[in-house]
């Protein structure tokens, strides 16, 4: 609700919270403001007679959720497909513990049919959440690697960026990478395999 009623919330939080400069507030990044009729929070709800089951699905975005109809589940961005991943590398989240927790609920679930945002609808996408799960485990090991060195992020970017072939040529874009980086390096902090230091006013990160 917060996000829909103010959309300026999202170029603010990839900006760092700092007032984001006007290539991050272009109608991609900054929606027009909508009222929220219902909040949904996690309890099923009903709606002109139909019956909808509120799905967790943190991870790719601020309390991420999906709706389940009949035995269908759409599921937002949980999962992309294989084109998608290949072309971006570095998908969009903003927590890669909770987005892994998803995936794994996601690759045990059985409903009768998946609805995601960014793939083809099917009755079985355990291949393809496979595949998402195995592109956030590369790139966790890819930045494991290039911490060998000790590095800022703008420099763990720049390597995975090399590395896959992504050449960014905006600031939204650079942003749209910046911020799953950073939730790489959270979670890999939160789980003791790489720590961080400060040197003449410059954080660096390393193993």
């Known amino acids: 609700m ?23 507030t272009e109608k991609f990044f900054l929606s027009k403001p909508s009222c929220v009729d219902m909040v949904i929070s996690e309890k099923d709800f009903k709606l002109n007679e139909v019956e909808f089951k509120v799905i967790p699905l943190a991870g790719h975005s601020p309390n991420q959720i999906g709706l389940e109809i009949d035995g269908v589940l759409f599921l937002a961005d949980a999962i992309f497909s294989r084109e998608i991943i290949d072309k971006y590398r570095v998908i969009f989240a903003i927590d890669i513990d909770k987005c892994k927790d998803t995936l794994n609920w996601l690759r045990e679930s059985k409903y009768k049919f998946y609805v995601p945002t960014h793939a083809q609808p099917g009755d079985n996408l355990k291949e393809l959440i496979e595949f998402n799960l195995n592109a956030i485990k590369e790139n966790e090991n890819l930045i494991l690697d290039i911490l060998k060195e000790e590095k800022e992020v703008s420099g763990i970017l720049k390597e995975l960026c090399d590395h896959h072939g992504v050449n960014i040529t905006g600031m939204g874009e650079y942003y749209l990478v910046n911020t799953p980086i950073m939730a790489y390096l959270s979670s890999l902090l ?14 660096l990160w390393k193993l």
């Open 2 to 24: 917060a996000i829909i009623e103010n959309p300026i919330l999202e170029p603010l939080y990839l900006f760092s919270g700092a007032n984001p400069p006007s290539t991050l």
């Open 190 to 203: 939160s789980r003791g395999l790489i720590s961080y230091k400060i040197i003449s006013n410059r954080l």
